[in-house]
């Protein structure tokens, strides 16, 4: 599975930005797709996913101002940042998994294919 992402740059607080993910054909209709995020020295972070039956979750932190979406017929993944803070930036990957569910949708290592991370920066 391949799984390349873009998008990612600096911005101030309380700009948006928007990444993106591509992946190979027909992955979106068979995979979970994840965003995690990774600070330095932090643990690799679950931020949303998006099933192939377009079932969704977000963490807490990113309720109300990330949107994960996705369009079938190119292959790309989504996750528009609105509102973003300082705490949002980090490195974010794109990761496709299988059987995942609203219990392990933010398990790093329940997902087998990870793209090579976009890196976010906010400034105050």
């Known amino acids: 599975v391949r799984v390349v992402e873009s998008g990612g740059g600096s911005v101030q607080a309380g700009g948006s930005l928007t990444l993106s993910c591509e992946v190979s054909?027909?992955?979106?209709?068979?995979?979970?797709m994840g965003w995690f995020r990774q600070a330095p020295g932090k643990e690799r972070e679950g931020v949303a996913a998006?099933?192939?039956?377009?079932?969704?979750w977000y963490t807490d932190s990113v309720k109300g101002r990330f949107t994960i979406s996705k369009q079938n017929a190119k292959d790309i993944l989504y996750l528009q940042m609105n509102s973003l803070h300082t705490a949002d930036a980090a490195m974010y990957y794109c990761?496709?998994?299988?059987?995942?569910?609203?219990?392990?949708?933010?398990?790093?290592?329940?997902?087998?294919?990870w793209g090579q991370g976009t890196q976010v920066t906010v400034s105050s």
């Open positions: 054909e027909y992955t979106l209709s068979t995979y979970c």
């Open positions: 998006i099933d192939s039956d377009a079932s969704v």
């Open positions: 990761a496709a998994g299988i059987g995942l569910d609203g219990s392990n949708w933010y398990k790093p290592h329940a997902y087998g294919n």
